[in-house]
């Protein structure tokens, strides 16, 4: 098994592929020793390759398999000499469509994989992060955090619930030296992303099309730059909306109703419903 040495370690779930894999990328290139974790398993042997055998540790996971996760983090604190710099609790899913029109197990799969995962991540890992100075609990949350999204509302649901969980353990972990911080990622080129939705992307705008290096690069400023930044928005122009949504929900619900994604089959639905009614 390779060693992490004097380099400080970085262990990363969803690394096979878009934000994950790019970080790892980063961090690897900035002197750090990696763990890839996901269920691609392809894609991890493909890091590896790229990576370097003796730079990193790559390994399959299911995030939601709380036994399998923590041998994966024993493994990891073997290579690392019992410390852990950053946990990048990066994996998750985004089904979507109407809510009353999605299988009940496609719900449950988001909820565990988004939100139960997170949560067996840092729980698991905590007693490594507390044993490292200076180390970081990061997840990636989503700009659906910033306002319930209609047509994605079991996946808004699981990243509120995660940038909720990110600012209660900020204050909570203070008293190990644990900081903790997410990401907001608006519209991110990435394989979980459809194929519509990026030929269909702004040019501009805060919902324009951002490379996934936009994203890893925001860890790494979190570790290294901005330590006391709590959320990260990805482009910057997201957290506009969450201040938006904030002092003007119904206002901002409003405006989604409108002019969002989904506007045009809630008119029509609502078309149908009125006219059934007379």
Not at 147 to 154: D, F, H, N, S
Request: include cysteine; glycine fraction near 10%; hydrophobic fraction near 45%.
């Amino acid at each position: 098994m390779a060693q992490a040495g004097d380099r400080k370690s970085i262990f990363i779930t969803g690394a096979a592929s878009g934000m994950g894999l790019e970080t790892a990328r980063l961090f690897s290139q900035g002197g750090w020793f990696v763990g890839g974790y996901d269920v691609n398993t392809d894609g991890l042997a493909a890091l590896e390759k790229e990576l370097g055998p003796e730079n990193c540790i790559v390994r399959s996971l299911d995030v939601t398999d709380r036994a399998d996760y923590e041998k994966a983090l024993a493994e990891f604190a073997k290579a690392t000499d019992g410390k852990l710099d950053l946990l990048f609790n990066n994996a998750g899913i985004g089904k979507g469509g109407f809510f009353d029109e999605m299988p009940f197990e496609d719900v449950m799969a988001v909820v565990n994989i988004n939100l139960v995962g997170v949560l067996n991540g840092i729980h698991l890992a905590i007693d490594l992060l507390k044993a490292t100075p200076n180390s970081l609990c990061f997840t990636t949350s989503s700009s659906s955090a910033t306002y319930g999204m209609p047509g994605i509302a079991v996946y808004s649901a699981t990243k509120h619930a995660v940038k909720g969980l990110t600012e209660a353990l900020s204050v909570e972990f203070s008293r190990f030296g644990v900081r903790v911080a997410d990401t907001l990622p608006g519209l991110i080129d990435t394989p979980l992303l459809p194929d519509e939705a990026k030929e269909n992307a702004a040019k501009d705008g805060m919902f324009r099309l951002v490379p996934a290096l936009d994203v890893a690069k925001a860890v790494w400023s979190s570790y290294h730059d901005k330590p006391e930044r709590l959320h990260w928005f990805v482009p910057k122009e997201i957290g506009d909306l969450d201040k938006a949504s904030a002092l003007d929900p119904e206002g901002t619900r409003d405006s989604i109703a409108a002019t969002g994604p989904l506007a045009a089959a809630i008119a029509e639905a609502k078309a149908k419903a009125a006219t059934a009614a007379e």
